[in-house]
C-alpha cells in the first residue's frame, strides 16, 4: 500500500468527498446554545460508521462525545484520533457573505461555520480511514476516533470521556492553521489558560471628585497598584511561586525554535507597532512557549461616562498563558496568595482553565510523525514546540500519558471563530493523503 495510492483514490472520489464536507458544514452543531446539537451526533456517527469504525455515542453529563474504533494488526500501534464537532455561533448574519451553515465555494475554497474549525479537519482524518478501509480492507493501526460535542464551551466533560477509553499508544489532532509562514506543520503542545477577575471597592456609590476627593477611597488605584505589583516594568512576573515549576526547554526544543521561519519586522508590522513586549531579551518565538500574565481589560462600570466621580467600583479582567510544569490549581494559588499578600481587599474571581499540554521533540515518535506528513503532503512540515493559543490537549497528555501530535490542515487565513470561515479544498485534499500516510507509517513501526 502505498501514499500514492490513496492520493489517487482522493482524486478518484474527490466530488464526492467534498459534497460530504458540504452536508457536514451544513448541520449546525452549536454547543453554546445547542442548536442542532442532537442531529449533528447523529450525523457524526454516520460519518464514524462510513470511515469503517464501530460508532457509539459516550454521555458525559453534558453534550455527548462520539466514539469510532477499529482494531489493526497484531502488535500494531493504538492511534487516538481527537477532534470536535461542535462549532462556534454563526455571529452576525449580515458580516458573512453567504449563511453560515449553507456551505459554498469560491476561489477554491469553502466558505461555512466549521469548515476550517473543526469539521473540514477531523472529517479529513476520518478520509483517511476510509481510503485505507477501501483500498485494503483493513487498518494499519488499532484507531480510536473521538470526536469532542464540548470543544468550543471549554470541553468540561472531555476527562469523564477519555475516562471510558483504552489507552491508546499515541494521541493525534488536526485543529487550527497551519503556520504562519504557511508552511505546513507538526505541533507538539499548546499553551494552557486560567481567567480570572480583580474586583476592588470604594465607597457604597460614586462620588463627585472634588467633594469626596482625598477623602473617599478610590478602587481604581488601589487595583492599579495591585496589578504594577503582579508584574515589573521590564516585563518579569512577581508574583512567588507563579512560574517555580516551569520546565525548561529540551534541545530538541531549542532546534525545532531555531528552524521556523521569522519576519519580526514584517509580523509586527501586520499588527500596527514596532516593538514587542518587554523583556527586550527573549525571542519571538520563545516568547510562545513561555508564561504569560495579560491585563486584557479595565473598568470603573461607568458605561464610558467618564465623569468627574470617584468610582465605587474598578475590575480587571486578566488571563495567564500556562506552560509545562504549570497547572491552573497551582498558578490559582499563587495568585490568590499574591493578592491576600498586597491587598487583600481587593476580590479575586477564578474563570475558565485549560491545562497546558507538552510532547518533546525527543519523544520516539516524532520522526514517524515528520516522515510521514511530509510525504502525505508533498513538503517538509516545520516543527512547532507549542502553539500560543489552548487546546484541551493536556486531558490526552495528562490523563492517557501518552505524546500528542498536531497535524493542522487548515489555511492560516481560515477565519476561525469569525464570519466568513472558510477552509482551502487543497488542503482538505491533502489532509486525507496526510492522514492516511500517517498511520500507514505508524503501522510499519510494529
Given at each position: 500500500m502505498t501514499v500514492e495510492q490513496v492520493r489517487a483514490w482522493v482524486e478518484e472520489h474527490d466530488e464526492d468527498l467534498v459534497s460530504e464536507l458540504a452536508a457536514w458544514i451544513a448541520q449546525p452543531s452549536v454547543s453554546r446554545t445547542g442548536l442542532g446539537m442532537a442531529d449533528a451526533a447523529e450525523h457524526g456517527l454516520a460519518l464514524l460508521r462510513t470511515a469503517g469504525l464501530e460508532a457509539r455515542q459516550v454521555e458525559t453529563g453534558g453534550l455527548p462525545a462520539l466514539v469510532g474504533t477499529a482494531e489493526g494488526p497484531p502488535g500494531a500501534p493504538h492511534v487516538l484520533i481527537y477532534g470536535h464537532y461542535d462549532v462556534q455561533p454563526a455571529?452576525?448574519?449580515?458580516?458573512?457573505?453567504?449563511?453560515?451553515?449553507?456551505?459554498?465555494?469560491?476561489?477554491?475554497?469553502?466558505?461555512?461555520?466549521?469548515?476550517?474549525?473543526?469539521?473540514?479537519?477531523?472529517?479529513?482524518?476520518?478520509?483517511?480511514?476510509r481510503a485505507l478501509k477501501e483500498l485494503t480492507g483493513g487498518f494499519p493501526c488499532r484507531v480510536t476516533v473521538l470526536?469532542?460535542?464540548?470543544?468550543?464551551?471549554?470541553?468540561?466533560?472531555?476527562?469523564?470521556?477519555?475516562?471510558?477509553?483504552?489507552?491508546?499508544?499515541?494521541?493525534?489532532?488536526?485543529?487550527?492553521?497551519?503556520?504562519?509562514?504557511?508552511?505546513?506543520?507538526?505541533?507538539?503542545?499548546?499553551?494552557g489558560i486560567l481567567t480570572f477577575e480583580l474586583r476592588a471597592y470604594g465607597a457604597n456609590r460614586p462620588l463627585h471628585s472634588g467633594n469626596w476627593g482625598g477623602v473617599a477611597p478610590n478602587p481604581a488605584w488601589a487595583l492599579i497598584q495591585l496589578l504594577a505589583s503582579m508584574r515589573s516594568a521590564d516585563g518579569t512576573v512577581l508574583i512567588p511561586g507563579f512560574a517555580d515549576s516551569v520546565a525548561p526547554l529540551t534541545e530538541g526544543e531549542w532546534a525545532a525554535l531555531a528552524d521556523l521561519p521569522l519576519d519580526i519586522p514584517g509580523a509586527l508590522a501586520g499588527i500596527g507597532t514596532q516593538h514587542m513586549e518587554p523583556p527586550a531579551e527573549l525571542g519571538f518565538y520563545e516568547r510562545l512557549t513561555a508564561p504569560t500574565l495579560t491585563i486584557n481589560s479595565l473598568s470603573c462600570a461607568d458605561s464610558g461616562d467618564h465623569r468627574t466621580v470617584i468610582p465605587d467600583v474598578a475590575i480587571a479582567r486578566c488571563e495567564t498563558r500556562l506552560v509545562g510544569g504549570q497547572t491552573p490549581a497551582q498558578v490559582t494559588e499563587a495568585i490568590r496568595k499574591h493578592v491576600e499578600r498586597h491587598a487583600p481587599d481587593i476580590e479575586f474571581i477564578t474563570g475558565g482553565s485549560m491545562s497546558p499540554s507538552r510532547t518533546l521533540p525527543e519523544t520516539p515518535y516524532t520522526a514517524t510523525i515528520l516522515e510521514a506528513t511530509e510525504r502525505g503532503l508533498s513538503e517538509k512540515p516545520l516543527l512547532v514546540p507549542a502553539l500560543g493559543g489552548s487546546l484541551p490537549i493536556a486531558v490526552l497528555t495528562d490523563e492517557l500519558g501518552?505524546?500528542?501530535?498536531?497535524?493542522?490542515?487548515?489555511?492560516?487565513?481560515?477565519?476561525?471563530?469569525?464570519?466568513?470561515?472558510?477552509?482551502d479544498l487543497g488542503w482538505f485534499r491533502r489532509g486525507i493523503v496526510a492522514a492516511a500516510a500517517i498511520q500507514l507509517a505508524l503501522g510499519e513501526r510494529r
Open positions: 455571529g452576525p448574519e449580515e458580516k458573512w457573505t453567504t449563511p453560515a451553515f449553507e456551505p459554498s465555494i469560491r476561489d477554491g475554497r469553502m466558505f461555512g461555520r466549521g469548515t476550517g474549525d473543526n469539521k473540514g479537519q477531523h472529517l479529513a482524518q476520518l478520509l483517511g480511514l470526536l469532542d460535542g464540548e470543544e468550543e464551551i471549554g470541553s468540561p466533560n472531555l476527562a469523564k470521556a477519555v475516562s471510558q477509553l483504552d489507552v491508546p499508544d499515541l494521541a493525534i489532532w488536526s485543529d487550527g492553521p497551519v503556520h504562519d509562514s504557511g508552511r505546513a506543520c507538526v505541533v507538539l503542545g499548546v499553551r501518552v505524546p500528542c501530535y498536531g497535524i493542522p490542515f487548515a489555511n492560516v487565513d481560515e477565519s476561525n471563530h469569525a464570519p466568513d470561515e472558510n477552509l
